[in-house]
């Protein structure tokens, strides 16, 4: 389940940088908007990482981490969600998966279901470590994103893949 794709590493200095970031940006606040219509859909559906995967993967680590920071600061000032005191977490997990979307497309030079897997199980694992560190807690309250949220993470794999698949000649 693989396929050959362009994949980037888009610098500062280009203009389409923004213009992607942007575009990805505009997908994390909608589909946020969409989960949220249902009750804990965001909890479920984890849908604030989804466009920074798709924006890391296919087009590198800045276009990645400007939709990773600037996704859940938006959504947090126009809609109150996620809430301030959950945004350091959310923003060190977001951070991560546009480092370890970018480093295995990178490894991988085409869209691969494994590599996908590999960079969502590293920023929850590692993120989930951090988030512990910062908010504390008890270790289920932490770990949500795997027991609760697992639909989400299932959705950024297989969604995730297919997006990066179609999107993938571009």
Excluded: C
């Excluded at 920071?69 to 947090?76: D, F, G, Q, R, T």
């Amino acid at each position: 389940m693989e396929s050959t794709a362009k994949l980037y590493s888009l610098s500062l200095r280009e203009t389409k940088t923004y213009l992607f970031a942007t575009l990805f940006i505009a997908g994390n606040i909608i589909l946020p908007q969409v989960a949220h219509l249902v009750p804990g859909g965001g909890l479920a559906w984890l849908p604030i990482y989804f466009f920074t995967l798709i924006a890391a993967y296919k087009y590198g680590i800045r276009v990645g981490l400007l939709t990773a920071v600037l996704s859940p600061l938006v959504n947090s000032v126009l809609f109150g969600m996620p809430v301030p005191a959950m945004l350091p977490a959310i923003l060190v997990k977001s951070s991560l998966l546009a480092l370890a979307a970018s480093y295995f497309a990178y490894k991988a030079q085409k869209v691969s279901l494994l590599a996908i897997l590999a960079a969502i199980v590293s920023y929850q694992v590692i993120g989930t470590a951090i988030e512990w560190a910062i908010v504390g807690g008890t270790f289920n309250a932490v770990i949500t994103d795997f027991t609760f949220g697992f639909p989400g993470l299932l959705v950024q794999l297989f969604a995730g893949y297919f997006v990066l698949r179609a999107i993938s000649k571009l």
